[in-house]
Structures are given as C-alpha cells and as structure tokens.
C-alpha cells in the first residue's frame, strides 16, 4: 500500500503526454498549446490611422489656431480596405482618413474630423497638432517573430483571438486523449427499468461519461460481465482503440475481483496496487506499453474521490497539462473529524466564502462508499491526514469542485 502522494509521483513518472499535432484554430480549443506561438507579423503591420479625420504634415499647422486657422486641401480619401495607391502628401495637403486605414507617406498626424470645419475639398484647423498624434506606429505592440505566449497552455478563446490577430492559422497541440470507461457487475441494471431481485442501478459509468465530457472528452463506456476472459478481451479490445482506460469494480480481493489477473494476462505491467486512502484504497494502476491503465474500485463514492485525486492528474499528463495540477486549499472546518489510523480520508463536504473571504467547510451526512446521494450537494473535497483528529475552526486542506 503506498501513499497519496507517491500514487501522483508515479503518474508523473509514469505517463508522457500524447503526440503533437497542428490543428485549425478552432479545432485546437480546448487542447494543451504544445509549442509556443510566434507572431507572423508587425502588429500594426503599417502605420494605422486610430481615428476617423485628416492625415497632415503636423509642420503644417504649427501657426494654425482659432483665430488664423490653417486651411489644407483634401486631396484623398482613405478607407480602411485601400491600403496602396496613396500618394505622398505634400506641404499643405491632407487626406481624409478613417479608422484602422493606412497612414499615407509624407503625413506624421491625424486630427480627428471633430476639430476640424470642411468646406467642400478645403478643410480648417484651428489648433497644432503633435507629431505621432493619433497614429498607431508600424510594430508598436509587437514585432514579427514576437512570442505571444509560451507552452504548454489550454487553448480558449482568448488565445484563439491573438493567435488569429498575429496571423497564425495552426496551432501545436497535444493529442485528445482517447478513452475507454470499463464497467464490471453482474448485478448492474441500467436506470430506467424495474430492479430484478439482486439488481442495483448502474452510475459509475454515468458519472465518468460526464465527468470526461466536462474536459472535452468523449469516454466510451462499456459494460462488462464479472467472467475473466470476457474482461480479459474487453480490455485488450479497449487498448486497440484508446490512450486510457478506466475499469471500474474487481480491484479488491474477493473471489469475483478479476481486474487485477485480467490486466496481467493481456501484458498490463502493474506499478501499485492500494492507496492509503478512504474511499479508494484497493485502486491498481498500471501501463501497457504507453497507455494508462486505472482500475478503480466498483463503490460509486470510491469512484467519485479516485476521479477527482487518481483519474484527474493522470488525465493532466495525457493532455500535456501536468503543470496545472489539482489546487488543494486551505479551509476553516465548520465540525469536528475524528482520527483514522493508517489512511487520509477524502469527505465529501460543501465549501463557501465568508464576509472575510475565508473557506469555509460543512461536512454532509452519508459518507460510506456505497452511498452516492449527497452528490448533489458536494462541492469540494476534504483531505483528513492519517491519525490526525480535527477540531472546528482548524485548518484543513480541500480541493473545489464548483463555485460556491
């Protein structure tokens, strides 16, 4: 039996994030950038009017003011799609410029139209103006071969936008994990029909279907019969076609517990067996070649804390996303918990801010690993060290679930 946190060292150890490939923006959301991202261009790529009114020679209207303003002749228009074809103003000349259109030669200012007076090609000026004054400078915000960001980093929205503002089509990211979810016990029943006598509802493959689609994943789950050489060639099949899997039930040591010998008869090398841990503690992980392999324990709340502390970093390690590891903070326990020798026990409780901005943890009734009700309600994860009794008002470490 080994500790929490050698159960994460070995997931590091273990598995390597998945191969590389470049991907159209848009199919890249949600994926880990896998290689930084370079700008292509100048950004502006040219000089950029940044409002709509006349480009000038600022030397030209350094007299100018109310009383004796300056009158220029109009002698272009320059929308923000031409962007060839100007010709260089000269002394006494200005353009008429909008927006995001490009600064034609011999002009270093833009007056916005508001303090000028138009009379048919004739424009007034009735104040200087600086050099520079509302021009966006060539390659003021970036220069081409500028690193917008690094790697590795999940790619949203906002990254989709300045990648496309620089001229990047493609980003290098990681493989989508493919998934493969397991599922043993013959006395499993899908919800929906009536219950035969020994029945029970199957939920674990319910909750890691939906908890892999909330990553952007689509796990394919199967139900699989409590007979060695069918979860023997379930799992062989599930290795053809997927990067992780997942097997739920037939991790302890009853005489029906066939997942640990199923794995070793198809050539899964074990690397533990059993977590110190309550709910959760006969979990097995092991490696075929490359692929992760999780068998977790068949107790539906067992399933839901080995999620959360097992499944998730080894998932972050196939995504390329091993530098975003699960977050466990510091709370204010609202009851007290009693000490349990030999194992950290992982509570499910409920977690919220107080006017001083301090978590704060309720504990929730109905804690064993076969009851699964007070789901609904759980918001966070509480860790209880091994042997260590925790009085109210102590600080204890929690993971969150979902916004309080």
């Known amino acids: 039996m080994i500790q929490v946190e050698a159960a994460w060292q070995a997931y590091a150890d273990a598995v390597q994030p998945l191969p590389i490939q470049a991907l159209p923006l848009q199919q890249a959301h949600g994926r880990v950038l896998a290689q930084p991202v370079s700008s292509a261009i100048d950004l502006p790529p040219f000089c950029q009017s940044a409002m709509d009114g006349y480009a000038l020679r600022s030397d030209d209207l350094a007299a100018a003011s109310e009383a004796a303003p300056v009158t220029l002749d109009c002698v272009q228009f320059i929308a923000a799609q031409q962007q060839s074809a100007q010709q260089t103003l000269k002394t006494g000349q200005c353009a008429r410029i909008f927006t995001g259109a490009m600064v034609p030669p011999g002009a270093d200012a833009v007056v916005m139209q508001e303090k000028t007076s138009l009379s048919g090609s004739r424009v007034q000026f009735m104040a200087p103006v600086a050099a520079g004054n509302n021009i966006r400078r060539q390659g003021e915000e970036a220069q081409a071969g500028f690193e917008l960001c690094g790697a590795p980093q999940t790619v949203d929205s906002q990254l989709i936008a300045a990648a496309s503002f620089v001229g990047v089509d493609r980003l290098c990211v990681y493989r989508a994990p493919r998934v493969a979810v397991l599922v043993t016990g013959d006395e499993l029943a899908p919800p929906g029909r009536p219950l035969k006598s020994g029945e029970v509802y199957e939920c674990n493959g319910a909750f890691l279907s939906a908890w892999f689609a909330e990553r952007g994943i689509e796990a394919q789950v199967s139900l699989v019969p409590d007979q060695?050489?069918?979860?023997?060639?379930?799992?062989?099949?599930?290795?053809?076609?997927?990067?992780?899997?997942?097997?739920?039930?037939?991790?302890?040591?009853?005489?029906?517990?066939?997942?640990?010998?199923?794995?070793?008869?198809?050539?899964?090398?074990?690397?533990?067996?059993?977590?110190?841990?309550?709910?959760?503690?006969?979990?097995?992980?092991?490696?075929?070649?490359?692929?992760?392999?999780?068998?977790?324990?068949?107790?539906?709340?067992?399933?839901?804390?080995?999620?959360?502390?097992?499944?998730?970093?080894?998932?972050?390690?196939?995504?390329?996303?091993?530098?975003?590891?699960?977050?466990?903070?510091?709370?204010?326990?609202?009851?007290?918990?009693?000490?349990?020798?030999?194992?950290?026990?992982?509570l499910r409780v409920t977690w919220r801010l107080n006017a001083h901005g301090v978590a704060c943890l309720e504990t929730l009734p109905l804690q064993s690993?076969?009851?699964?009700?007070?789901?609904v309600a759980t918001n966070a994860l509480l860790r209880v060290p091994a042997g260590r009794a925790m009085g109210e008002g102590e600080s204890a470490l929690f993971l969150p679930l979902k916004t309080p």
């Open 228 to 346: 060695p050489a069918a979860l023997s060639a379930a799992m062989s099949q599930a290795l053809e076609q997927a990067d992780l899997v997942v097997i739920t039930g037939g991790a302890s040591v009853g005489e029906r517990d066939y997942a640990r010998e199923a794995a070793r008869s198809i050539g899964v090398e074990e690397v533990f067996w059993r977590v110190a841990q309550k709910p959760g503690k006969p979990l097995a992980f092991g490696m075929a070649g490359a692929k992760p392999v999780l068998i977790l324990p068949g107790n539906p709340a067992a399933v839901f804390v080995c999620a959360w502390v097992h499944l998730d970093p080894v998932l972050r390690r196939l995504q390329g996303r091993s530098q975003e590891a699960a977050v466990w903070s510091p709370g204010r326990l609202g009851f007290s918990v009693d000490a349990a020798p030999l194992r950290d026990r992982f």
């Open 369 to 375: 690993s076969h009851m699964l009700t007070n789901l």
